[in-house]
């Protein structure tokens, strides 16, 4: 039996805001939209794998570091300098700003928040 992650689906409070959060930050396109007014949209990752943003009500939607998106990219510390350089601010695990950590297996990695307050962690595992 053969596995491949699909997609992550996270409900947003502004459909708008988030999408141009993950495209501004990691360049990911839009390759499906839903609703009119749109509430969905899809944004590619990479192969065929989507991050799908939901606009919806957030009321009991439980947002905690624990609950986060991996990323892993190539140029680790480039990615660092442009997140500098686009005003966002990331953390090691502790959330001591402008950091970074180093889990137990060897790899770099920092967190960063969305708009709705989602973790996304960023790291170097792939390429360590």
Excluded: C
Excluded at 55 to 63: F, L, N
Aim: proline share 5%.
């Amino acid at each position: 039996m053969s596995h491949r992650l699909d997609h992550v689906s996270i409900r947003v409070r502004d459909i708008a805001l988030s999408t141009q959060f993950y495209i501004d930050v990691f360049g990911w396109p839009i390759v499906r939209t839903s609703g009119d007014p749109v509430t969905g949209q899809w944004l590619a990752i990479g192969g065929s794998d989507t991050l799908h943003l939901n606009q919806d009500d957030m009321a009991g939607t439980a947002v905690t570091k624990d609950n986060h998106l991996a990323i892993s990219v190539a140029a680790f510390d480039d990615f660092l300098a442009r997140l500098s350089g686009i005003g966002i601010t990331y953390y090691n695990w502790p959330n001591t700003p402008d950091t970074i950590g180093h889990h137990p297996a060897g790899f770099r990695q920092v967190y960063i928040r969305d708009p709705d307050g989602y973790w996304v962690e960023i790291n170097d595992h792939a390429q360590s």
